[in-house]
């Protein structure tokens, strides 16, 4: 895997043709060079509509998915494991249109994990994004929680 994280558009387009998200309608518009943010979009059709005509509720999910475990992965290249660990989603209102998730690594975010990982330790980090339609009205938020550690060859002893 190390040739995809070589570069952030190849993992965008990666993603973009992913079944999981090809099919729900979910695309990666943006993934910057240095992989520190990423700006997801749901388009709203009819096969991911639920019963009551708006947004799956599950789509808005997995819009959430795998992003911030991707873009520490790019990130941090291959010094670091990085599995999501569990996820959460609080749902406020109706999703109706296309729905849009922003993602930012911050320089303080990076240095907790560098730090908190340092000797090999293992680390739980939380992160959280929000879910908007088009005008910005909150739709979700949504807590992700990630398993970080330094491979062994990366790791201070």
Not at 105 to 125: H, Q
Request: glycine share 8%; hydrophobic share 40%; net charge positive.
């Amino acid at each position: 895997m190390d040739w995809l994280f070589g570069k952030a558009i190849w993992v965008r387009c990666a993603l973009n043709m992913w079944p999981p998200f090809w099919g729900a309608g979910i695309k990666i518009e943006t993934l910057s060079d240095d992989f520190r943010y990423c700006r997801v979009t749901l388009k709203s059709r009819w096969w991911n509509k639920n019963a009551n005509r708006t947004q799956f509720g599950g789509s808005m999910f997995a819009m959430t998915d795998p992003i911030y475990p991707l873009m520490l992965m790019g990130y941090f290249k291959n010094r670091y494991y990085v599995w999501d660990k569990a996820g959460s989603i609080n749902y406020i209102k109706p999703g109706k249109e296309t729905l849009v998730a922003e993602f930012n690594l911050t320089e303080a975010k990076l240095a907790d994990i560098v730090a908190a990982t340092e000797g090999g330790n293992k680390y739980f980090p939380e992160f959280e994004v929000t879910v908007q339609d088009k005008s910005g009205e909150l739709v979700a938020q949504v807590k992700r929680t990630l398993y970080v550690r330094a491979k062994p060859e990366h790791r201070n002893r």
